[in-house]
C-alpha cells in the first residue's frame, strides 16, 4: 500500500510537470459569454484557414507603462491573436515590440513615426506623471502585418470620438476581430469583385476621389464606364454614382435600373441640393435633377431638395469675427451646415464608427408600401434646422449661439441601406428582349444624401490630396473611409469580416452615487464574505477529519 501512495504520488507529480511543460504550446478556453463574444466568427474562421503562407504580427503596444486602457487593449489583442494563430495552423507568428526598447533614440523613433503613419497608424500622444513630472509618452496602438514583400497596418484604437475614452477603449476592444480579419484578408489571394464608375456624369476632379480609388484597389477592380455607349452593366459586380453633376438620360437610369433588379449592388452618393456662392452674402441654395429620382423613389427612398443644419453636432470654418488694428481678425466657428454624423449603432456597417463628416447634407425620406427592408446608416442629432430649396444661408449664421427654439426639426436621416427582391420602376421595355420586371435574387443599394462624404479635400498650393475625411480647420480625421470601405464590403464580400462586428461588450461600471454612500459597506463585504466562506470550509475540514479519525 505504501508503495502504491508513493508510485501515485509520483504519478500526479508527473503529470502535473508535463502538463506545465505543454501549457504554453496548449491554449483553450470555454465562451461562457451570452453573445459568443470570445469566438471567432464563421466568416473570421474561413479567411484564417485560409491562410496560404505565414504571417508575421507586430504588436506595438509593447512595455509596463501603458495607461490602463490600453493595458487592456493589449490584452485583449494578444488573447486574439493567439485564439487566432491556434485556428490558423500555426500560420500566425506574434511580435510584440517595446517602442522606446527597440527604437531607443529620437531618430529610430522619429523613423518608425514616419513607417508606421504611412501604414495608416498615427501615434497617441500619452501626458502622465513620473516622479511628479509631466511626461510625455509616444504610444503607437496598433500592429503590423507581413507577409512576404506584402505589408499591411492595422489601427486598434478606433471608435467615436465623441464618446468618452472608457468607451472609445471598449469599442475598439469589439472591433478588434473584424480590423485585423479584414487586413488579413488584404494579404490573401481572392477573386477581385468589379466595381463601376459613371465618371462622364460627374465633375468632381480626380484628384478629389483619389483616396477612395485608391482605398479600394487594394481590394477590387475598378473601371470608369461610359454608360451611354454601354448597352448593358453586365459583367460588373457593382456600381458606384459619386456626386452626379449632370442629369442622368432616362435610357441611362433604365440600365442602371436593370443591373440592380437582376442582382447588381449599388452605392449613391447624390447631393440633394446644388450649391452657388453669392460673393459675400452667402450660399444659394437651389433643386438639381439627377435623373434618379424615379427609381430611388420606386426603391422606396426620396432625397429631399433641402439643407439639414446641426447645431450640436458640426464642422467649423474660418470667418472673419472683426479686425485686430488692421488686420482682419479671423476664427474657426462652428458652421451648422457641416453636420457631423452619427452611425447606426446597430448595424454592422456602422456599429463603432467615428462620426462622419458631412457637406451640405440633406434628409431622406422612406416611402410606405416598399416591400424592401430599409435600414438608417446615418444620421443628426436631435437639434436640427432644415432649409427648403430654393433659399439662401448667410455666412453671418457661423458661430452663433446656439438656440434651442430655431432648431426642431428632430433627428435627419441621411442614408440608408435597401435590402430584399427588387422591381423595376419602367415598364416592359419591347426592344429590350433581356428586360426584367422583377428580380429572382437579393440585391442591396446603399443611398447617401452627400456626395462629399466620399471626397477628399485638395491642397492645391502643393496639388497633394488630404486624406478622405480629413477636416484641415479642425486638424481631425473622421470616419468618412471607413465608412465606404465598410459599405462596399457588406454589398460585396460574401465571407464579410463585417460578421465579426456583431460583437458587443458591454461596459458595466460602477454606480458613483452608491459608491459615495455606502462605499464602505460594499468594501467590508468584499473582504469579509470571501474570508467568512474560507473558514467555514477551513472548519467542516477540521470537523469532519476529527470525526474520522475519532471512530
Known sequence: MKHWKRFSAYYFIGIGLVLIAISPYVRGRFDLSEDGKYTLSESSELILNSIDAPITVDVYLGGDDLPGGFKRLKKETLDLLSDMEMQSGRQLEVRVIDVYDAYPTEESRAALTRQLDSLGIPPTNLVHKDNGKQVQELVFPGLVLTKGALKTGVLLLKGNKLASPEEIINQSVEGLEFEIVQAIQTLLPQERKKIGFFVEYSSTPAIAQIDLINSL???????????????????????????????????DAYKIDQFIVKGG?????????????LETQGLAISAPKTGLENILFHYGLRINANLVKDAQLSGMIPLKVGNLGNQANIQLMPWPAFPLLNGNPTNLITKNLDAIYGRFVSSIDTISGVR?????????????????????????SAGKDFDPEAYKAGVQTAAYLVEGTFETAFTYVTEDTNFVA??????AIIVVSDGDVAVNGVD????????????????????????????????????????????????RPLDKAKIQADGTFYQVINIAVPLLFATLISLAVVFYRKRKFNR
Open 460 to 507: 492645391y498650393k502643393l496639388q497633394q490630396a488630404m486624406p478622405l475625411g480629413f477636416d484641415p480647420f479642425m486638424k481631425n480625421t473622421f470616419a468618412n473611409k471607413d465608412f465606404l470601405l465598410n459599405s462596399f464590403s457588406y454589398l460585396l464580400d460574401e465571407n464579410s469580416p463585417l460578421l465579426a462586428r456583431s460583437k458587443s461588450i458591454q461596459l
Open 265 to 277: 449592388k449599388a452605392l449613391f452618393l447624390v447631393d440633394g441640393v446644388k450649391i452657388d456662392t
Open 438 to 443: 422583377k428580380g429572382t435574387a437579393e440585391s
Open 217 to 251: 484597389k487594394r481590394k477590387y477592380d475598378l473601371f470608369p464606364v461610359d454608360l451611354a455607349a454601354s448597352p448593358t452593366l453586365d459583367g460588373l459586380d457593382a456600381i458606384c454614382v459619386l456626386q452626379p453633376t449632370k442629369t442622368f438620360s432616362e435610357s
Open 372 to 396: 424592401l427592408r430599409k435600414t438608417p446608416l446615418l444620421r443628426t442629432s436631435p437639434y436640427t434646422q432644415v432649409a427648403k430649396a430654393p433659399s439662401l444661408l448667410s455666412f453671418s
